[in-house]
């Protein structure tokens, strides 16, 4: 039961405090990458069921029954973190590839070694650089995306 707590508050505090950052990240920026980051979040969401289905990872003790593992990460910090990597590379894309790469590299490396302790994560099929490669291929959906989609599209809207 200690361990349930334990994880919880982990997982709470995590999306409280990313969240805590987002007033400070600015309305134009979030206006500007929020469907970028909007889409790379239901690709997870989505990706959350195939990893289900194939045993890549589980979260023995989600922070609350309603409220997956994946969902606590994505609610947490990948959101605010997507904005702000968007925020202080967008346009660089080999600065946002490496801020990416670093920041991807200390959640599978790190991170899930001190989650695995806690007993809140546990790999299954999938390996480390096989997750890590899977999320650096959403960074690269995320920058395309918002490179492609949206600022292709508000080049070609004429209306003010």
Same mark, same amino acid.
């Given at each position: 039961?200690? =361990?349930? /707590?334990?994880? /919880?508050?982990?997982?709470?505090?995590?999306?409280?405090?990313?969240?805590?950052?987002?007033?400070?990240?600015?309305?134009?920026? =979030?206006? $500007?990458?929020?469907?970028?980051?909007?889409?790379?979040?239901?690709?997870?969401?989505?990706?959350?069921?195939?990893?289900?289905?194939?045993?890549?990872?589980?979260?023995?003790?989600?922070?609350?029954?309603?409220?997956?593992?994946?969902?606590?990460?994505?609610?947490?910090?990948?959101? +605010?973190?997507?904005?702000?990597?968007? $925020?202080?590379?967008?346009? $660089?894309?080999?600065?946002?590839?490496?801020?990416?790469?670093?920041?991807?590299?200390?959640?599978?490396? +790190?991170?899930?070694?001190?989650?695995? /302790?806690?007993?809140?994560? $546990?790999?299954?099929?999938?390996?480390? +650089?096989?997750?890590?490669?899977?999320?650096?291929?959403?960074?690269?959906?995320?920058?395309?995306?918002?490179?492609?989609?949206?600022? /292709?599209?508000?080049?070609?809207?004429?209306?003010?």
């Amino acid at each position: 039961m200690k =361990i349930f /707590k334990e994880a /919880k508050i982990f997982f709470g505090s995590m999306i409280v405090l990313s969240w805590l950052t987002v007033p400070f990240l600015g309305v134009k920026y =979030i206006k $500007r990458y929020k469907y970028a980051v909007a889409f790379v979040s239901v690709f997870i969401f989505m990706e959350s069921f195939v990893a289900k289905k194939f045993k890549w990872w589980s979260f023995p003790r989600p922070p609350l029954r309603y409220l997956t593992g994946e969902m606590a990460l994505v609610l947490g910090p990948f959101i +605010p973190g997507s904005f702000w990597i968007m $925020r202080l590379t967008y346009g $660089r894309f080999g600065l946002y590839m490496l801020l990416n790469l670093i920041t991807d590299w200390l959640f599978v490396y +790190p991170f899930q070694t001190m989650t695995k /302790k806690l007993k809140m994560f $546990r790999f299954g099929t999938i390996k480390k +650089p096989q997750l890590l490669s899977i999320f650096l291929f959403k960074a690269v959906l995320m920058y395309g995306f918002q490179y492609f989609i949206v600022e /292709k599209a508000n080049k070609e809207d004429p209306s003010p």
